[in-house]
């Protein structure tokens, strides 16, 4: 099983900058996927940002130019700078991962949620 913990929410300004952090831990094996997505009151969850290992990134339009994900392949962990928010930013925001799992003699595929963090924008 591999868990997923967040960080970095809060309450920032228009216009300010927060980073999240998202560490997996468990018995993993490899990370194909990190990614984050978001959920506002009201509204279903959407994707926002995310990275292969291999380096390709994906975004969606209402955060291009603004957010930035990135990885460290080596801690499991995937970052979001998030830069010119705004109040339509305001969400709980979730990471994911898929990959996979077991010991040296088995591979098990996986996907896992954290347990979100929330960021509100405001002033």
């Known amino acids: 099983q591999v868990q997923l913990v967040e960080s970095g929410g809060g309450l920032v300004q228009p216009g300010g900058s927060l980073r999240l952090s998202c560490a997996a831990s468990?018995?993993?094996?490899?990370?194909?996927?990190m990614g984050w997505y978001r959920q506002a009151p009201g509204k279903e969850r959407e994707s926002v940002a995310s990275?292969?290992?291999?380096?390709?990134?994906n975004y969606a339009d209402s955060v291009k130019g603004r957010f930035t994900i990135s990885r460290d392949n080596a801690k499991n962990t995937v970052y979001l700078q998030m830069n010119s928010l705004k109040p339509e930013d305001t969400a709980v925001y979730y990471c994911?991962?898929?990959?996979?799992?077991?010991?040296?003699?088995?591979?098990?595929?996986?996907?896992?949620w954290g347990q979100g963090t929330q960021v509100t924008v405001s002033s």
């Open positions: 468990g018995s993993i094996k490899r990370i194909n996927d």
């Open positions: 994911n991962a898929a990959g996979w799992t077991g010991t040296a003699l088995s591979a098990i595929s996986f996907r896992s």
């Open positions: 990275m292969t290992d291999g380096g390709i990134t």
